[in-house]
C-alpha cells in the first residue's frame, strides 16, 4: 500500500553504540539544554539545567552515565559538543579537567543546515544537530564540521591587548568627532582635540560670529575633553602593556612576534594582532592559514556556471582586516619586494583596474609569507629589514 504524503513512516530502531554518550549543551543566561544520546537508546533526552550551574552539569551528566551502566553493565566516557559563542572557553576547560570527558566546541556555521526557506529552530532541533555533527565528526567523516582549538588562559589573555586598543581608539573617534560637530555649529573649524593645546585654545576659541563660547557649550565641550583625555591614558597604559609583551627581550616575549618586527613597515601593533590573532596557532598548510583569516576563495561552480565570489570572511575578522591594511603599507614600505612587484604587474596588466581585489590577493599572498618567516625562517624575497 503506498505511504502517502501526510502519513509518518515508522523508523526502523537500531541499537547504537558507539562506547561512549554523546551530550550536546545549548547555552543561554537562564538555562541550559543538555541532548544526551546514550548507547542502547534509539532516543535523544533532553535535560534543563540552570545557568551556570557547573555542579548541576556535572549531577546530569553522573545520571546520564549510571542509567546507561544500568542498561549496558558499563561505565561510559561522555563526548561533549557546545557551540563557540558568548560563554567563551571556559566551560570547556572546566569539562576538559575531567579524565572521563572528552569536550569539544565547535564553530556553528561549519555545521550543514537545511536550505529550507522558512526551516525551524528552536533548541531542541539544534541540540539533535549539534549530535549528529558529533557523531560524524568522531566517526571521521571529512568536513562534517569544524572545531575550534581551545585557547590556553595565557593565550586567550594575550589577545586582550589588541582588542582593547580597538575599543578604545573606536571611543577616542566618537568623542574627537563629537567635539568637533560642537564647534562646528559655531563656526570653529580648526579645533583638534587631540592636540595638547586643546584646554589653552578652548579658552581662545571664538564662534564665526566673533562671540566667545556659551557658557554650556564651554562646559559640554569641557567634560568632553575630560573623557577624551581619560582615553588617550588608557591607550597609553595599553600600549605600554603591547610593547612589554613583544618588544621589551623578556623570558615571556614570543619570538615570533619579535621576528616580525625585524620587517620594515610592521611595528608593535601590526605585530601583535599577527601573533596573538593568527600566527600562534598551529597550521599544517597554507590553505589552512588563508582559511583562518577568510581570506580564502569562494568559487561558485555548477555546470557551466563558474564563478568567482570573492574571499570566504569566515575566519578572524580582526585578522583579516589587518591583513588587508598591512598589504597597503607593504606597497609603500617595500617597493622592490617580490610580492610588491607581483602586485604591480597584476595592476599593470589590466591597465590600472581591479585594485580592491588585488590587494586582497596580496594580504592573503603576505599572510602566508609571514607564517612561512615566523614557523621555518623563510625570508620574503626582495623584503627590507630593519638595521639593529
Known sequence: MPITADQTQAQTATPIDLGAIFVSLELSKSTWLVTALSPGSEKMSRHTVTGGDTAGLFSCFAALRQKAQRRKERLYPLVVIQEAGLDGFWLGRVLSKEA?????IVEAASIAMPRRHRRAKTDRIDGETLIRALMAWKRGEPRACSMVKLLTP????????????????????FHVNRIKGLLFTQGIRDYEPVNRDRRQRLDELRTGD????????????????????????HIKAVEAERDALIVHETPEAPKEAAALLSIRGIGPEFATILYTEGLFRHFDNR???????????SPWQSGNV???????????????????????????????????????????????????????ALARKLLVALWKYVNSGVVIEGAIMKTA
Open 306 to 360: 563558474n564563478r568567482e565570489q570573492g574571499v570566504s570572511k569566515a575566519g578572524n575578522p580582526r585578522l583579516r582586516a589587518t591583513m588587508v591594511e598591512l598589504a597597503w603599507l607593504w606597497l609603500r614600505h617595500q617597493p622592490k619586494s617580490a610580492l610588491t612587484l607581483w602586485f604591480k604587474e597584476r595592476i599593470a596588466r589590466n591597465a590600472g583596474r581591479l585594485k580592491t581585489p588585488m590587494i586582497v
Open 287 to 297: 590553505r589552512q592559514v588563508a582559511s583562518y583569516a577568510g581570506l580564502a576563495p
Open 210 to 233: 566673533g562671540r566667545p563660547l556659551s557658557k554650556h557649550l564651554k562646559a559640554e565641550v569641557s567634560r568632553e575633553l575630560d573623557r577624551l583625555e581619560l582615553l588617550l591614558t
Open 154 to 173: 595565557e593565550e586567550e589573555d594575550n589577545r586582550r591587548i589588541g582588542r582593547e586598543r580597538k575599543t578604545l581608539i573606536a571611543e577616542r573617534v
Open 100 to 104: 572521563w570527558i572528552e569536550s569539544h
